[in-house]
């Protein structure tokens, strides 16, 4: 029998709150077993010849366990100990008939046990608005991790966390076969996550500070827009960006459209490069869009604009199952953020709230546009 006594570290690193985090979600949802009978189904997991669900299992003396689910969370434990300790509580909560949500799978763990053992990477400063809570949220390019380990894990906002981190990694799983993956020459890697899911979606709220989000564009403006995003692009490519822009587009015009809200800085529509004929062609195609039942549209004044939470677009996404929580993605033109805990969710969902509230009605948001459009684009009003 192996037996797991020390606890060295494979080596430093911040972040590994993320395992114990999914360690302690599963142990909650294993009933909450204690470290000593941890310790005693560990024990006689490790006289099995076999390997119990993929894993050769260690015991796990009651100090162990209790350093793996309490430790220090810059120490990043052995792998085989956490595996361990994982197919202990799964086969602890088998044994209990324990019957609610599914727990943080192997594969999963292991993924999140990988990437905080790697340095992290560099990423480009966020913009001045959404710093404070960008760096609070701690999300990555990285697979999205577990939310960190607190004692109010099975509270509604740990719960939630849970569920979000879980869906993240389902959409990128999935990604692979997914409707887009033909135009994976043209798609950045940030984007693949809402790409997927966004077919899905019943509800979709996005904040455009500098430019009309992709759902709404014109080919024409698409077009335009491919170039400064693809730069160096040869035109085919830019061609196949504004031909994924128009696939997306398709769900605004199925039977079951989702509920699309655009919060559009008005500053978008006189900054933007390509003359005149393109800017009020794209003015009279928000002016249509806006007309459906499940479009809204609102320009936000300039001034409202410069306290906004962020300089770069926000996507709020809802699936149409209650259970699911809502998706946030924060773009930016080098990389895009995914935050999980509750706290950075909500407050970007907040936050669009509050902006909508300063934001013109939809009436006089289509009256502003239909003036802008017969005069000169690139004038104030």
Not at 3 to 20: K, L, Q
Not at 144 to 151: I, N, Q
Request: hydrophobic residues 40%; glycine residues 8%.
């Amino acid at each position: 029998m192996k037996r797991i006594d020390d606890m060295p570290d494979d080596h430093r690193g911040n972040g590994y709150e993320t395992v114990i985090a999914a360690l302690a979600y599963n142990r909650y949802l294993a009933g909450r077993p204690s470290y000593y009978e941890i310790a005693r189904v560990s024990s006689k997991l490790a006289q099995r010849p076999l390997p119990v669900r993929g894993v050769t299992v260690g015991h796990l003396p009651k100090s162990s366990a209790h350093e793996l689910m309490q430790g220090k969370y810059s120490r990043i434990r052995r792998w085989d100990l956490v595996a361990s300790l994982w197919a202990t509580l799964a086969e602890i909560a088998e044994r209990r008939g324990a019957d609610g949500p599914e727990p943080i799978t192997l594969e999963e763990l292991r993924l999140h046990h990988d990437a905080v053992g790697r340095p992290p990477r560099p990423r480009p400063a966020p913009a001045a608005g959404v710093a404070g809570v960008a760096e609070g949220a701690r999300a990555r390019l990285a697979p999205p991790a577990p939310p960190p380990a607190c004692d109010a894990l099975p509270g509604p906002g740990a719960r939630m966390a849970v569920a979000r981190l879980r869906l993240l990694a389902e959409a990128r799983r999935r990604g692979g076969p997914a409707w887009w993956r033909p135009y994976g020459d043209v798609v950045l890697g940030h984007e693949e996550i809402r790409l997927t899911l966004e077919p899905e979606l019943s509800v979709i709220r996005i904040y455009a500070p500098d430019r009309v989000p992709e759902l709404l564009r014109t080919a024409y403006y698409a077009h335009e827009m491919a170039g400064a995003d693809l730069p160096g692009a040869s035109r085919r490519r830019r061609e196949r960006r504004v031909e994924l822009c128009r696939r997306r587009q398709e769900i605004l015009h199925r039977p079951d459209p989702p509920q699309l809200w655009v919060l559009l800085d008005e500053r978008a529509l006189r900054t933007t490069p390509g003359g005149s004929f393109m800017m009020r062609g794209q003015l009279a195609r928000l002016i249509e869009l806006a007309r459906l039942r499940h479009i809204t549209l609102q320009l936000v004044p300039a001034k409202s604009a410069e306290h906004a939470v962020t300089e770069g677009p926000i996507t709020i996404m809802q699936l149409p199952e209650r259970h699911h929580p809502y998706l946030v993605y924060i773009e930016h033109p080098a990389y895009g953020l995914y935050p999980h805990e509750s706290n950075d969710v909500d407050y970007f969902v907040h936050a669009f709230g509050r902006l909508a509230i300063s934001a013109w009605p939809e009436e006089e948001t289509v009256e502003r546009l239909r003036g802008m459009l017969d005069r000169p684009w690139a004038t104030d009003g």
